[in-house]
């Protein structure tokens, strides 16, 4: 009996990360195939058209954006960032998360703009009355964050741009905002708490260190985060979540 038991268990974890292994293998086989592409230094960063001028706009907007980054670190990870405009405002202010300089850079590039050459995809959006609300406590938290100085970033487990990000969400739970599985370190603790509530409101977040964790929530569905790589079940909006590839089921895709 103890034998049978322990056999299952050896299946359950061989199993388990076969699911992490598998895809992460697909990502890194589908990179390879594209290789080599242009140097990322030297890739374009224009507008990608996604967002109309916001005079065009009056009321207030948020948006967060993603697009794979650059060289192999693609295979596995996206990069997010953050656009806020309040009503009537004549610009959008778009905020990143970066590894040179200070971290924290506002502006530094287009709102929609493509990182390095990868076409941005529209990870979540909020406008009117709820965005005008939130955007006053994102400003807060993002000017409040705790790890703004030269040398804070760390591309893995993080704080990284995805850390940054879920900081800025998490204080407007109401916007039941989640980040893709493909933005490694969005569950990294950038307030020290290895218990704190999901980004999306509805849920809780353990992790430690970023190394481990495991996130339940109606907006995020279930997420195991082994070193980074998200392997989750959404069930408001029947999907699976797998490292290095995504969302893949109804409603939106994130890659």
Do not use: C
């Not at 034998?3 to 292994?21: D, I, P």
């Not at 990143?96 to 050459?117: C, E, L, M, Q, V």
């Not at 392997?231 to 994130?254: H, Q, T």
């Amino acid at each position: 009996m103890s034998s049978s038991r322990t056999g299952r268990a050896r299946l359950l974890v061989l199993g388990v990360l076969l699911m992490f292994l598998a895809p992460i293998g697909w990502s890194a086989t589908d990179y390879a195939i594209g290789y080599p592409g242009p140097d990322w230094s030297m890739t374009g960063r224009a507008s990608a058209g996604l967002l109309p001028a916001p005079e065009a706009t009056p009321q207030a907007m948020i948006r967060v954006y993603a697009a794979r980054t650059v060289r192999w670190r693609g295979i596995f990870a996206t990069h997010t960032w953050l656009v806020v405009k309040e009503a009537g405002a004549s610009r959008y202010d778009r905020f990143d998360y970066t590894a040179w300089g200070d971290p924290i850079r506002t502006n530094g590039f287009p709102p929609d703009g493509r990182w390095f050459g990868q076409d941005p995809v529209l990870v979540f959006a909020a406008d009117g009355e709820m965005a005008a609300r939130a955007i006053p406590r994102i400003r807060a938290a993002i000017a409040g964050y705790a790890h703004a100085d030269r040398g804070d970033y760390r591309a893995w487990p993080g704080p990284n741009s995805n850390t940054f990000v879920a900081a800025a969400l998490s204080a407007a739970p109401e916007l039941q905002a989640s980040l893709p599985p493909t933005a490694i370190g969005k569950d990294f603790p950038h307030d020290g708490r290895w218990l704190a509530p999901a980004t999306g409101g509805l849920g809780m977040r353990a992790t430690l260190g970023g190394y481990l964790g495991l996130t339940v929530g109606w907006y995020e569905g279930i997420e195991i985060s082994l070193f980074g790589a998200v392997l989750g079940l959404d069930i408001r909006r029947p999907a699976i979540k797998l490292p290095a590839i995504g969302r893949i089921g109804f409603g939106e895709s994130f890659v």
